[in-house]
């Protein structure tokens, strides 16, 4: 039941934008699938999915769409793809490093640096398009800052 579940998500973001955990779980229901917001968050959780902009020409406020990291890309990691599709800047000092994200998506790379368990990383704190890095040591600034550098940079594998 999860697997087949798991692909009508797929499915239905690949063919229209799902904006919220809620339309998600009302569209799986209209398919015949009881779903708790737990449930689908799970899934998505499970599945990778991403929440990034829809782009929108009007200037109102900032929409937003699940979709299939990479789609056609392979990364080593999950950090990576993660930094690769969502980290736009980096900066550091002293013992922590700034990474700017788009609308909404600081919780999702912070979770993923989180999930990667750095040695050097004693924590993170994710806004909405902020992420902060805590450092054990000032001494490790320039190794993890070009590391987050070398992601944003690299071709998936």
Do not use: C
């Not at 015949?32 to 737990?38: I, L, N, S």
């Not at 700017?100 to 398009?129: F, H, K, N, Q, Y």
């Amino acid at each position: 039941m999860k697997t087949t579940r798991q692909r009508a998500i797929l499915s239905l973001i690949a063919t229209r934008p799902v904006h919220s955990q809620e339309e998600l779980a009302h569209m799986l229901e209209a398919q015949g699938y009881e779903v708790t917001q737990a449930t689908v968050s799970r899934d998505i959780k499970e599945l990778g999915l991403i929440k990034v902009p829809l782009k929108n020409g009007n200037g109102a406020g900032t929409q937003f769409k699940y979709v299939e990291p990479a789609f056609g890309k392979t990364y080593a990691t999950r950090l990576h793809r993660v930094i690769a599709e969502l980290v736009r800047g980096v900066r550091g000092s002293s013992n922590l490093i700034v990474l700017r994200t788009p609308p909404g998506s600081a919780m999702l790379v912070a979770s993923a640096i989180d999930e990667a368990a750095w040695s050097e990383v004693i924590g993170t704190i994710g806004g909405d398009d902020t992420v902060l890095v805590a450092l054990d040591e000032s001494a490790h600034l320039p190794v993890v800052k070009q590391r987050f550098e070398d992601m944003r940079s690299e071709e998936p594998l």
